[in-house]
């Protein structure tokens, strides 16, 4: 009697995990590959969901989805700079076939990453189906220059630089504190937010390759920098 009642759990086991491949106890799935019309729909559903094309910029500059977010899956730091996405939250994916992006996907899931969605067949497939798209070629404005940046540095005070993004969850949350540190030690520290997205060239000229990313000057020196979330006493301790 008892062989038997194992060998019936055994089964009932199976076949639950053949249904739930994700091997959860029930609940929605964590992603998957979508095709382009079910893409399209969770856009839809939801505009301000986080899309990454993981194309390269040459690509994304011919033409990309809306409010997409350009992270070249082989450019150095991709971890880095996809570590500013909330992980709890739903993110979808593409590139121009669907290998880099499957590729991506993988890695985003192995960083926590809990709903990543793959478009299947990538930009090709939205092209076929004629679904909306955009491009470069209106000329957008590179933001600060070199030579603007280097001109903030001109202070007797330390010159504590920021860069973050709209969308990078570390960045919204060290946000308050860094604007009390402004306010506590404004006869000590200038702080200097620069939001990576609207200074492109400048981000790349420095390195920036994660978010959000702390630099502190001492006449004009570069003294510190922190890439990541840290708290405000660990910040605190390096303009003391």
Known sequence: MTKYSFMLLSALVFVLNACNPNGEGGGE???????AKEFKAKIDANPAITVVDVRTPEEFAGGHLPN????????????????????????????????????????????????????????????????????AETPKSTGMSRQQFDELLNSEKLVLVDFYADWCAPCKKMAPFLEEIKTEKANKVNLVRINTDDNPELAQQLGIE??????????????????????KEEVEKQLN
């Open 29 to 35: 799935t964590t992603g998957g590959t979508l095709s």
């Open 68 to 135: 997409a977010h350009n992270i070249d899956w082989n450019s150095n730091g991709f971890e880095n700079k996809i570590d500013g996405f909330e992980r709890d939250k739903p993110i979808l994916v593409y590139c121009l076939s669907g290998g880099r992006s499957a590729d991506a996907a993988q890695k985003m899931r192995s960083f926590g990453f809990t709903q990543v969605f793959e478009l299947e067949g990538g930009m090709m497939k939205w092209r076929a189906e004629g679904l909306p798209e955009t491009t």
């Open 210 to 231: 994660g978010l959000p990313t702390l630099l502190l000057f001492k006449n004009k020196t570069l003294v510190w920098q922190n890439v990541g979330y840290i708290g």
